[in-house]
């Protein structure tokens, strides 16, 4: 089984901290991705990766950055949070020639 | 712009009844895959089904299967004998590019099943 985990699963941050979110994958996949998900909104693309130091910005990658150093590692980094990036953000990984996602358990985060 | 809508917010079905959820989406591409995801209340999001556009034949998964309708971009999930184990939320997703990395998701559905 494909096992994706996410290094908390809630986490309070004051407004202006740096926030890092961790993502490891077990399987090999190429490709890794991060998605924040809102009531009403579904699930918006910040970022993706198809390969080591490798990124590209999705639909929504303002006032987030990442990077990937090893292959099974995709961290998303909110540089200075903020409550309106208050969210559930999930980070899933795709084999490169399958298509179908593998997610992990979701970082609840709250700004305060 | 490629797209995925689901027109259906919230549905609920009765135990051991059959609901319908439903999605569109939009593409040019004539090569592509479906998906349909569940993501249980406080639980990790999975894959239920997958459509390849090029096959005709509907995807099924046990109690879970798929109209797809390639000429009216419709893709819905069926689920037979519904389960209370059944509800949550359902997110049907595009991969519309294959040359892309990215899926396009709906905003989902939520699911409840009544008992």
């Known amino acids: 089984d494909v096992k994706v985990t996410q290094s908390s699963r809630y986490l309070v941050k004051r407004t202006g901290e740096k926030v890092f979110l961790e993502c490891v994958q077990d399987?090999?996949?190429?490709?890794m991705f991060w998605y924040r998900q809102d009531p009403g909104l579904g699930l918006r693309l910040i970022y993706f990766?198809?390969?080591?130091?490798?990124?590209e910005k999705g639909d929504i990658p303002e006032g987030y950055s990442v990077s990937r150093e090893k292959k099974e590692r995709f961290s998303l980094i909110l540089e200075s949070a903020s409550t309106n990036l208050t969210s559930m953000y999930l980070c899933s990984t795709q084999p490169r020639l399958s298509y179908e996602q593998y997610f992990g358990p979701g970082t609840r985060l709250t700004v305060t | 712009a490629q797209t995925v809508t689901q027109s259906q917010p919230e549905m609920s079905v009765q135990e051991a009844e059959t609901v319908t959820l439903s999605c569109t989406y939009d593409?040019?591409?004539?090569?592509?895959?479906l998906f349909w995801y569940k993501q249980p209340p406080s639980r990790q999001m999975i894959l239920v089904i997958r459509q390849e556009a090029y096959k005709q034949q509907n995807a099924t998964e046990n109690r879970f299967s798929v109209n797809f309708q390639k000429a009216a971009k419709s893709f819905s999930l069926k689920i037979s004998d519904s389960q209370l184990g059944d509800a949550a939320m359902y997110f049907c997703?595009?991969?519309?590019?294959?040359?892309?990395?990215?899926?396009?998701f709906g905003d989902g559905t939520t699911l409840t099943v009544k008992p």
């Open positions: 399987m090999d996949h190429e490709n």
């Open positions: 990766s198809y390969d080591v130091k490798m990124k």
């Open positions: 593409t040019s591409e004539s090569d592509y895959y």
């Open positions: 997703a595009a991969h519309l590019n294959t040359n892309a990395g990215k899926s396009t």
